[in-house]
């Protein structure tokens, strides 16, 4: 069978330059696997120059693979780390002794004890093939390409380490780009920590206070919702308390039943039936799906794996924001509610930063804020799991304008590529660090440093003080002549000003 072929454009992308395409991309045109393309597709170029292009890895002819399964598969493995769904997806094809064919061409290989471990772990059952007794133990994931565990689990009779970061229930991976390389040595925990050590605690204490509420009021307008100030101070104190309670079934149905306050019209609990996100057809009623959550079936099995991974990537020595996107996107991307899916997803990378000791010194990071600040990057981040999914589910409309789901689709939801949604989470978090938090800090001193200028002047009280700088923030230091003729009316004209000068001097 051929696999690898020449090719210019691929699936609608086109490559930089006419070429061989190997690994992973050849083997899911090979086989017509029904798969969203891998993040990396590998290119043999007749030039002598190994580049980065975009999606592309452009190698030199003499990385070129034989045309055989093996070698197909081994240049993924080495050059494009491991891909949990295509790899499953293709097995499927397979018989099992052309699994044991291929294994036992090079029975001590790295790669043949990594294809070997895989199928074997994927699909929880043996091959016929003996334990071996000899040979060094090797990591299944190559740190350099894809996160792992730094303290995997040794499998005696692979003489292997597995090193993913999950289970065979739960397992997105996150390649290593530059972007998050320089984001993880940029060290943010350590930054924040220096930052705080020259703020008063007080100060620290009303901008946690402040932030906690602000990033409620985030979480629930991303959703489209504008609730009373009695419902995002209740969120509020449920996110402050992130981190605090091991993740669990019982804790994401509590964790509903704060988010849900009127459930007259919502089915809690874990759901029972399809769910989708999108639109409706205004003439037919007919589902716009935009992204179809998860097969209602395998909602149990996949919240306890994601359950499971969580246990193992809060205990082991593994980045807190790569952990938390793992997590916290994979949640929303199985949808197990039929409501109140996205604040929980934003609690859960409070959950696992806090959880992680990447948020400390009492100071939630308001990362919904900076969410919302990036409204249209986060929309396009869900998207890129969401949309190439729609080509590979199959369902049909039910009654009640729901869609009811008729392919197997567990594996989507339970291996996939995290490297978007963690660069994207990465930069809210630096936003946060860099911006929002010293934004706030700054003017919560700039706000004292006014009004003990108003007290030792004017002896005006702090809710009156509170409502001067409202009036000056929307008039641009400037107190409107409304103002003047109803709260403000005792000031005289050089009192106001004096304070319109300091307020300025202070703030502007």
Not at 347 to 362: D, P
Request: proline share 4%; glycine share 4%; aromatic share 12%.
């Amino acid at each position: 069978m051929r696999i690898s072929r020449k090719i210019s454009i691929f699936h609608g992308i086109e490559a930089p330059e006419e070429g061989i395409l190997v690994g992973y991309g050849a083997l899911l045109e090979a086989y017509s696997l029904e798969v969203p393309l891998p993040a990396k597709l590998s290119l043999i170029s007749s030039k002598n120059r190994k580049y980065i292009s975009g999606n592309w890895q452009v190698f030199t002819p003499r990385h070129l693979p034989k045309d055989s399964l093996y070698k197909q598969l081994v240049f993924a493995l080495r050059y494009e780390g491991i891909n949990l769904l295509l790899l499953k997806k293709l097995f499927e094809k397979l018989r099992n002794q052309e699994i044991v064919n291929i294994i036992q061409i090079e029975p001590l290989g790295q790669y043949s004890r990594k294809i070997w471990f895989l199928y074997e772990w994927l699909f929880q059952k043996e091959l016929d093939i003996a334990n071996l007794k000899t040979g060094n133990y090797i990591e299944l994931v190559n740190p350099k390409i894809q996160y792992a565990l730094n303290n995997g689990t040794k499998s005696t009779r692979h003489r292997l380490i597995n090193n993913l970061t999950g289970t065979v229930d739960f397992c997105p991976m996150v390649f290593k780009t530059p972007k998050i390389e320089q984001y993880i040595k940029d060290n943010y925990k350590e930054q924040k920590a220096q930052y705080f050590k020259d703020v008063r605690k007080d100060i620290i204490q009303r901008a946690s206070a402040f932030l906690l509420l602000k990033d409620s009021k985030a979480s629930f307008t991303i959703e489209g919702e504008s609730p009373k100030s009695k419902r995002t101070a209740r969120w509020g104190k449920v996110i402050g308390q992130a981190g605090t309670k091991p993740l669990s079934k019982e804790e994401l149905l509590r964790l509903q039943q704060v988010v849900i306050e009127n459930s007259r019209f919502v089915e809690m609990g874990f759901r029972t039936k399809g769910g989708f996100v999108g639109e409706y057809d205004r003439l037919t009623v007919e589902p716009l799906p935009e992204h179809i959550s998860a097969k209602w079936e395998d909602v149990e099995q996949l919240v306890s794996g994601l359950i499971d991974t969580n246990k193992i990537l809060s205990e082991n020595v593994i980045d807190a924001v790569v952990s938390a996107s793992i997590i916290a996107f994979g949640f929303v991307f199985i949808h197990p509610f039929e409501d109140g899916n996205g604040r929980i997803h934003r609690y859960l990378i409070h959950h696992l930063l806090a959880e992680k000791q990447f948020s400390q010194q009492g100071v939630i990071f308001p990362v919904s804020s900076s969410i919302l600040d990036h409204i249209d990057d986060y929309r396009k981040i869900l998207e890129a799991f969401s949309a190439p999914l729609l080509d590979f589910i199959e369902w049909e409309e039910t009654s009640d304008h729901n869609i009811n789901v008729l392919n197997n689709t567990i594996d989507y939801y339970r291996y996939f590529d995290t490297t978007k949604q963690t660069e994207f989470l990465y930069a809210c978090v630096s936003d946060t660090i860099k911006n929002i938090i010293p934004n706030e800090i700054s003017y919560l001193i700039k706000y004292d440093n006014f009004k003990n200028f108003i007290e030792e002047k004017f002896e005006m009280p702090d809710k009156m003080i509170s409502l001067l700088v409202r009036f000056l923030e929307q008039t641009n230091g400037e107190i409107s002549k409304r103002a003047l003729e109803k709260e403000f009316s005792a000031l005289s004209n050089k009192e106001v000003l004096a304070i319109e000068t300091e307020y300025r001097k202070i703030f502007l």
